[in-house]
């Protein structure tokens, strides 16, 4: 999809020619990082955060789908849920397991989406459930799932602001395999 109001995804003829490097690969590939590409700068400075946040988190793969995927519910991204069904997806996760995220599952999910509902509400985890988070899997990973959910508030909001639409291909998957 290509940019038609002046705010959404630009294609590759209005692409910046100072972020001509990035158009390849990450922020080429996703109406997002298309829509963010209108600030050469921002979308520049986002990309060592989101390599961190999505690709070397120590939530981990799976871990990190559960955050996103609440995340995503929570502020009401149609295109944050529908990408990261997919990706769930790609990684073996269950069509079972991603539903449970929209209410209050057990265990280890149950633990993060209470994480990321209290980050939401409150701007902070309360004690007893950083204890929780830490004692389960590590001071890193709390640090990691709270900086998810702020880089997924942050992208949420700008997608919902300009009305971005889920890219055809993940748009394609989710009407050919709905939940």
Do not use: C
Not at 95 to 114: F, M, N
Not at 138 to 164: E, M, Q, S, W
Request: aromatic share 6%.
């Amino acid at each position: 999809m290509t940019d038609t109001t002046g705010t959404g995804p630009l294609g590759d003829g209005a692409w910046p020619g100072e972020i001509a490097d990035l158009r390849d690969g990450f922020a080429g590939a996703l109406n997002i990082y298309r829509t963010m590409a209108h600030h050469p700068e921002l979308l520049r400075a986002w990309a060592p955060l989101r390599q961190h946040v999505v690709k070397d988190s120590a939530l981990g793969p799976e871990r990190s789908e559960i955050v996103i995927l609440r995340t995503g519910v929570r502020i009401g991204s149609s295109y944050e849920w529908a990408h990261h069904v997919s990706r769930a997806r790609a990684l073996g996760m269950s069509d079972e397991r991603i539903v449970a995220v929209l209410g209050q599952p057990e265990g280890e999910d149950g633990l993060l989406v209470r994480a990321v509902d209290a980050i939401i509400d409150n701007q902070r985890l309360p004690a007893p459930l950083e204890r929780d988070l830490a004692t389960a899997f590590g001071k890193k990973v709390v640090f990691d799932l709270i900086a998810t959910v702020g880089f997924y508030l942050v992208l949420g909001t700008i997608l919902r602001t300009y009305n971005v639409l889920v890219d055809d291909e993940i748009a394609a998957e989710l009407e050919a395999h709905p939940l």
